[in-house]
């Protein structure tokens, strides 16, 4: 399993950035894809994710609104859309891949603990 991010970059508050995560050695079928995000000083945050099979989509609250998740499977790569970008959202982004388990009521995705395959990270920058 390798996971790739890239997109990365400094913009300005308000701004909007799109973020790729090149996936491969696995299928998305079975497996959930999330963002993590780590700012600086501070401890990993879940931010979005979407399941494989059925593509269901949750977000924290503090990207909830200006923040989508998306998945190509044909081109293996999931995508966060990133809108009115405040200072709070720099920070270094992840993308993270699991096993899903369809039976659970109320998965876990959001916590980064989940989680058993990285990426490297980029860096988004929100600064005036």
């Known amino acids: 399993v390798q996971l790739v991010e890239s997109g990365g970059a400094t913009v300005q508050p308000g701004g909007s950035l799109r973020l790729s995560c090149a996936a491969s050695g696995f299928t998305f079928d079975g497996w959930v894809l999330g963002w993590v995000r780590q700012a600086p000083g501070k401890e990993r945050e879940g931010i979005s994710y979407?399941?494989?099979?059925?593509?269901?989509?949750r977000y924290a609250d503090s990207v909830k609104g200006r923040f989508t998740v998306s998945a190509d499977k044909r081109k293996s790569t999931v995508y966060l859309e990133m809108n009115n970008l405040k200072f709070e959202d720099t920070a270094v982004y992840y993308c993270a891949a699991a096993g899903e388990v369809p039976e659970l009521v109320d998965p876990p995705y959001l916590d980064s603990a989940w989680y058993d395959y990285w990426g490297q990270g980029t860096l988004v920058t929100v600064s005036s």
């Open positions: 979407i399941t494989g099979r059925e593509g269901v989509v």
